[in-house]
Each structure stands twice: as structure tokens, then as C-alpha cells.
């Protein structure tokens, strides 16, 4: 912790981590003492903090040996003057000096005033931070302490936390891979006030695209269902109908062709190079069967329909049919009612589509909306009951079984 007003957010995160399990160990600089006393956040963690005053050379308490025990070191929040004095080497707190002694991925999340956060100077000193094993949770635009308004805020604590857990648990065959995710119910239009559409509540989407992202992929989420709760990394596409859907799913297939352009490392200065990995897309979403033939503009008064309302339908575009799936690996969603039929009809859809897996999803088990789920994974060579679990650990599994790594 560093002297920003913004370290009251710090102890949120520090909660969330004892939450999840983890351990913590807190080291502040005098002027972070100023803004809240090293006692309120040993209560938090259940440590002491590691402040000029304790440190000690006859445990672990010391600059040098709690780099050695932490698995991971956060800066949050990082003033411009500790960014500043990082990027040049300067160790004269307990802080720096512990930074300057890690030897693992450090994260830092600034807090500044917008002035101090984009001067050139500080702009220099975090782009040598990038290239010196640090990894940047950039600050966001608000109305700050200060009273300025613009970039310089601390990053939301969900975003630090779970990018956090990212640089803990990322997959190499995951990292840098283009992932496009599809979620929700599609919404067809009858007139400007009425829809036909599903139960699909997109929790499957965004558990696979929270799981995709902390695993490393690069991860695009078309939904229905926009999330406020997935972290900001992930990049959310609001959609409605099913053309819609499949203009976008299209054009994100092309882009994630492209790869993923790396940056610079301090163990590889060079230029930017492209790194193709064989892009995934993830058809989770309850794309509607049919659709309006002739949806109208404005509402349609129940005075002019009569007693009867036959409404005339045409077949809906089928998007992973449709698709061009060559140099893509294409999973498929099927909701079924019935576990006799269903499993042939996960096998077809399979074949049909030229798909390389079908997520079988027993609806009568776990209704649209609940936070668990049943999946049997079908291919080509084997089918896989997933078990009954939670849709963010079914994701989980899913996603340790396409890299072929283990789940944890």
C-alpha cells in the first residue's frame, strides 16, 4: 500500500482474498500510514504489517524473506511517486525494496491525480515497468478525490482480484488465444413492444468467459445478457436478435483468424510479433428456432388483431451452420428435456454442423437460471459426464479438457 487516498479500497480486496482462502501480508509506506494506521489492516489480513517500526531480521518479516514467501506481490493503490521511483530502481522504503527484491509477476494499480498519471514522466517509467515484470491494472476515468475528473482512479477491486488470480492460474495454451463466446436468449421481434424468446439466462456464457479469461485468453462475449460483474478484460458485445448474433460472431471470427499481437518483455526487447493460435468459439447461446416473418414498427392494438392472433413465422438463421468454421475449433450447445433422445441428438447435431464438440445440457435437471448444471461433452472419439456442479466449475472442466491440462 502506498500513500493514495484510494487505499481505503484496499482493504475490500484484502477481504476478498481471505475470503477465497489466501493469505495475506500487508507492507505499507509511511505516507500509506497517514491515510489509515497499519492495525486496521492486520485486523483484515490476520498479519502484521510489515512497516518501518517491526521490520525484523529474526522471522520472515522483513523486505527480503516475504518476497520469498508471497506468491504473488500487488501494489494497490501505486501513487506516481512509488511508480516513478520503481522504474528507476530507487529502493528507500520498505516497499521498494521489497519490489526490487521479488522475483516473480508484480501487478500495480495506480491512483493519481489525471496530471501526475499522464505526465511523460510517468508514462516512461510505466512503460519500463512493462517491460521490467510488471503487469498494469490501468486506473479509470472519474471524478477523483481531488475534485479533477478524468483518468487516474484506482481500478475496481473485482478487476485487481480477479486479474490476480489470472497471472496465478493462466494456461500457456490458453494465454493469447482468441476466444469468441456466445450467451442468453435471442430476442425476435414481433412489434416495437413484444418479443418472442427463451429462458436462457447466459450464466453458462459468462461463467465459460470468466473461466476462458482467468485461464489467459484474449475473450469476446456476445450476449444478450450483458454482465456488470465479469471483469472489464473481458470484451462484452450486446445483442438482440439472431442475425444480429451472427453478423457479430462473424465479424469477431475474422479477427480472432488474425491472432494475437505480444508485447515487448524485458527477455525479448524486440519488435511487436503476431502469435496465431487456433482461435475457439463457443456457441452457448439459445439462439431462437423461428422468428416474426413480418415484424412491425410501433405497437400492434389488439383492437385491430381480433379475437385470434395467428402469427406467421419463418425459420430463423442457423449460426453455427452458417458459419465458416475452418481454422477455428466450434463447440456447440444443445438443451434437451429428455436423456433418452438427447444424447442422439447431441451425436447429430455434431455431424451435421461439423462441429468439434456438442455440451449437452439436461434443462429438466437444472432449470434455465440456476447457478449449477449437468454437461456431457460429446466428440468425435468420446462422450464425458461432467457431473453436476456449479456452471463456473463446469466451465472449468471444459476448459482444462480442451487444453488437456488438469482441472483444479
Partial sequence: ????????????????????????????????????????????????????????????????????????????????????????????????????????????????????????????????????????????????????????????????????????????????????????????????????????????ANALALALYLKGADVCLITTKKSDTLPSGIYQIDVQSAEEMHEYVVDAMRVAKKGVVTKPTLMNDSAPTLIQKEPYLFMAAAVSDFTPKFPQSGKLKKESIGEAWNLEMRRNIDILQSIDKEGIVTVGFKAEMDKESGAKSAQNMLKAKELDAVCLNFVSDHAFGSDHNAITLFTNEESIDLGVASKFEIALKLVGYFSKSEYV
Fill in 1 to 204: 500500500m502506498t500513500g493514495s487516498i484510494a487505499i481505503y479500497k484496499a482493504l475490500e480486496l484484502v477481504r476478498l482474498y481471505i475470503k477465497a482462502g489466501a493469505k495475506v501480508r500487508v507492507i505499507m509506506t509511511e505516507g500509506a500510514t497517514k491515510f489509515i494506521t497499519p492495525l486496521t489492516f492486520e485486523a483484515v489480513s490476520q498479519h502484521s504489517v510489515l512497516i518501518l517500526e517491526n521490520e525484523s531480521w529474526a522471522n520472515d518479516n522483513n523486505h527480503i524473506d516475504i518476497g520469498k514467501w508471497a506468491d504473488l506481490f500487488i501494489i494497490a493503490p501505486a501513487t506516481a511517486n512509488t511508480i516513478n521511483k520503481l522504474s528507476n530502481g530507487i529502493a528507500d522504503n520498505l516497499l521498494t525494496q521489497t519490489a526490487l527484491a521479488y522475483r516473480g509477476v508484480k501487478l500495480i494499480a495506480p491512483a493519481a491525480n489525471t496530471a501526475m498519471y499522464q505526465n511523460a514522466m510517468t508514462q516512461a517509467s510505466l512503460k519500463m515497468l512493462k517491460l521490467n515484470n510488471y503487469e498494469l491494472l490501468s486506473p479509470v476515468k472519474k471524478l477523483l478525490a481531488c475534485g479533477d475528473e478524468g483518468e487516474g482512479a484506482l481500478a475496481e477491486i473485482e478487476d485487481i482480484y480477479q486479474k490476480s488470480i489470472q497471472v496465478l492460474i493462466r494456461d500457456t495454451y490458453w494465454s493469447n488465444r482468441r476466444v469468441v463466446i456466445t450467451g442468453g436468449g435471442t430476442i425476435e421481434k414481433i412489434d416495437d413492444i413484444r418479443y418472442i424468446s427463451n429462458f436462457s439466462s447466459g450464466k453458462m
